[in-house]
T-cell receptor, first 114, second 109 residues
Framework: IAGITQAPTSQILAAGRRMTLRCTQD?????MYWYRQDLGLGLRLIHY???????GKGEVPDGYSVSRANTDDFPLTLASAVPSQTSVYFC?????????????FGDGTRLSIL | GQNIDQPTEMTATEGAIVQINCTYQ??????LFWYQQHAGEAPTFLSY??LDGLEEKGRFSSFLSRSKGYSYLLLKELQMKDSASYLC??????????WGAGTKLIIKP
């Protein structure tokens, strides 16, 4: 089934550790996004990529990095996790960064930093 | 700053009609999206409006007034499975999506 796969589904991590959240899509979408979702707040964009080889910063990029070596993969790395990064992380993709096409979401990664 | 406002929570009865409002203030406008998100799941796309007026899709309709910075999602013939959060998102002048915090809809039998 075509779509977006995120891994892991959930993770408990000690503060200070490095963690990479994986995201793979098989829809050949050009644009990909990483969001965090916290209770009472809207989805907040961390980083995005409009096409392979390019990335950009979203609303809350500090403490996170991304890479886009190919069309399908868009990993998100926490270099040194802190408790405020406890959240649900969603990866999304869309055919292009502009236009009326909606974003499609993965099932999310629930991350707890202790 | 940019802002999307939605009610935090609404309650409605099975079989009834409910309207979920969304007001926005953004730097530019390139369309408004509604998504549904069941608890513990990913958001899924419901509707898109870029021109003023009503878009109908089965039991769900979405309305947009760009001059008022206002949209609503109308759900008819409510079913228990419609219990979810409904997210309003606006694509701003830079084509970034700005998200509201969502409206949790509780359906009672």
């Amino acid at each position: 089934i075509a779509g977006i796969t995120q891994a892991p589904t959930s993770q408990i991590l000690a503060a200070g550790r490095r963690m990479t959240l994986r995201c793979t899509q098989d829809m050949r979408h050009n644009a990909m996004y990483w969001y965090r979702q916290d209770l009472g707040l809207g989805l907040r964009l961390i980083h995005y990529s409009n096409t392979a080889g390019t990335t950009g910063k979203g609303e809350v990029p500090d403490g996170y990095s991304v890479s886009r070596a190919n069309t399908d993969d868009f990993p998100l790395t926490l270099a040194s996790a802190v408790p405020s990064q406890t959240s649900v992380y969603f990866c999304a993709s869309s055919p292009q960064g502009e236009g009326n096409q909606p974003q499609h979401f993965g099932d999310g990664t629930r991350l707890s930093i202790l | 700053g940019q802002n999307i406002d939605q009610p935090t929570e609404m309650t409605a009865t099975e079989g009834a009609i409910v309207q979920i409002n969304c007001t926005y203030q953004t730097s530019g406008f390139n369309g408004l999206f509604w998504y549904q998100q069941h608890a513990g799941e990913a958001p899924t796309f419901l509707s898109y409006n870029v021109l003023d007026g009503l878009e109908e899709k089965g039991r769900f309709s979405s309305f947009l007034s760009r001059s008022k910075g206002y949209s609503y999602l109308l759900l008819k013939e409510l079913q228990m499975k419609d219990s979810a959060s409904y997210l309003c998102a606006v694509r701003d002048g830079n084509y970034q999506l700005i998200w509201g915090a969502g409206t949790k809809l509780i359906i009672k039998p």
